[in-house]
């Protein structure tokens, strides 16, 4: 497996200043397949002064300059596909189809999103006697995680540059193969030296030192609530601006005059997509009382076709992790109806396809994010039960509706509190707003409202004449 031995600052791959590496592991086999440096202090500072100085003419770069060096990324990406979706498959052990259709195809098309808007966004615009002009905010101190290794880092990064800001990424520490092929597509693509820096390392010590360093203005992470929390705290005490993208437990609202089949296996697809390691997954289906054990029957059957062909989680961590939440399941009382805590193979981090039945609102498992392949069925009596079980969790990042027709759908999914909901089935659209509600997060991803994060406004007051 190729990886650099160093950190890309200031347009080079430079040494890094301290001899620790982190081993990169593929889940599939537990064998190691490649290690980078364990960035420091020392490596951030770097990177971030070389944003700092990149900071003035990038930003100064006409619209049209930015959207050219977009597209030149997208290309490259599009030219080294297949070595990216090599690499997520390796490192993040995901079925190589899905690395090639979902973790690189969709990036992709987000990094052509950005190019187009870098050239056709107004960022002036004339309001009564004032000019209005959107500016970048500036150094961006991108912490990225490892479930999405391309596409999180794309959704940070473009926006970003499309604005007229510079960058430092810290990707996570599982999926750092993937990042340094990034870097080099970034180089490829001939983005100006200090525009773009990467340095990879642990969270506790690269992710806190970038979140809290004087020289970043923004601070755009996705991962964990808890992680959330402290990188708030820490952007917060330098009033330094957030976005954050953080956890799910999103709810797969089936009406009775909805199609249960196709409404019960997409649900079901949904959960186990990524090893069930997405944080919008529909982690918790609520069906009627009176096609309940329909529903059940239905959801059984889905996760059986599922087997073990389904890739493995991240590491042994987050397997221990989510067998830890399937056997809290079963203590507190909820029906296993598929799956379980044992693992199909002897060797890698998998988990059973699961899925839940009997499952109350106040469970650990309907509460809590579980990030893993285990889904939860719960059954309501009406719609303001479904409504009020939907909206009982801290979380609101995203969700589905099932219904007869789409106007039904949408009438209900417009009560949800959360970010997004899709209406019968509706694709995911790399345009539209992505973000939460509640302690989902600060902020939104993708299209127009994803690039505003990375936008402050200043307004020019002129005499009326």
């Not at 999103?250 to 697809?269: E, Y």
């Not at 390691?277 to 096609?291: F, G, K, P, Y």
Request: with cysteine.
């Amino acid at each position: 497996m190729k990886a650099h031995d160093g950190m890309y600052i200031d347009g080079a791959w430079r040494p890094a200043a301290g001899p620790d590496v982190i081993e990169v592991v593929n889940p599939v086999d537990e064998q190691v397949i490649g290690r980078v440096p364990a960035g420091t202090a020392e490596d951030v500072d770097a990177a971030v002064r070389a944003a700092r100085t990149a900071l003035p003419a990038w930003s100064a770069t006409s619209p049209t300059e930015r959207a050219a060096r977009l597209t030149a990324l997208r290309d490259v990406l599009v030219a080294r596909k297949d070595e990216i979706a090599e690499t997520v498959t390796a490192e993040l052990g995901s079925p190589l189809p899905f690395s090639q259709n979902v973790h690189v195809g969709m990036p992709i098309m987000v990094a052509g999103s950005y190019a187009e808007l870098a050239a056709t966004h107004a960022f002036e615009e004339k309001v009564g006697n004032s000019t209005v002009y959107q500016e970048p905010v500036g150094v961006v101190g991108a912490i990225t995680p490892w479930n999405y290794p391309l596409h999180q880092v794309v959704a940070k990064v473009a926006p970003a540059l499309a604005a007229g800001c510079t960058v430092v990424l810290k990707p996570a520490e599982d999926t750092p193969l993937t990042a340094q092929l990034f870097a080099e597509a970034v180089h490829e693509a001939g983005v100006p030296a200090g525009v773009f820096n990467l340095v990879t390392g642990l969270g506790p010590v690269a992710g806190q030192e970038l979140a809290a360093h004087q020289g970043v203005d923004l601070v755009s992470f996705t991962g964990s609530t808890a992680v959330g929390r402290q990188i708030g705290a820490t952007a917060g005490a330098a009033v330094k601006k957030v976005a954050l993208e953080l956890g799910g437990k999103s709810a797969n609202v089936i009406l009775p005059s909805a199609d249960l089949a196709r409404a019960v296996n997409v649900g079901v697809a949904n959960v186990m997509s990524n090893s069930g390691q997405t944080c919008s997954a529909w982690t918790r289906m609520l069906v009627h009382r009176e096609q309940y054990e329909e529903a059940l029957e239905l959801a059984a059957a889905a996760a059986a076709k599922y087997g073990d062909r389904i890739g493995p989680v991240v590491n042994a961590k987050q397997q221990a992790r989510v067998r830890g939440y399937i056997e809290k399941g079963i203590e507190e009382g909820a029906r296993l109806i598929a799956g379980g805590p044992g693992s199909p193979r002897e060797r890698g981090y998998f988990v059973r396809p699961t899925v839940f039945a009997d499952v109350s609102p106040d469970m650990t498992i309907a509460q809590e994010e579980i990030f893993g392949p285990v889904l939860s069925v719960l059954r309501y009596e009406d719609e303001d039960d479904a409504l009020r079980i939907a909206n009982g969790t801290v979380y609101g990042l995203a969700g589905a509706v099932w219904a007869g027709d789409d106007a039904e759908a949408a009438a209900f999914a417009r009560r949800l509190e959360t970010g997004q909901v899709d209406i019968n089935g509706g694709r995911f659209n790399p345009l539209a707003p992505f973000g939460g509600y509640k302690q989902s997060g600060v902020g939104r991803e993708l299209g127009a409202h994803g690039l505003a994060e990375y936008l402050q406004t200043k307004s020019l007051q002129f005499q009326e004449r």
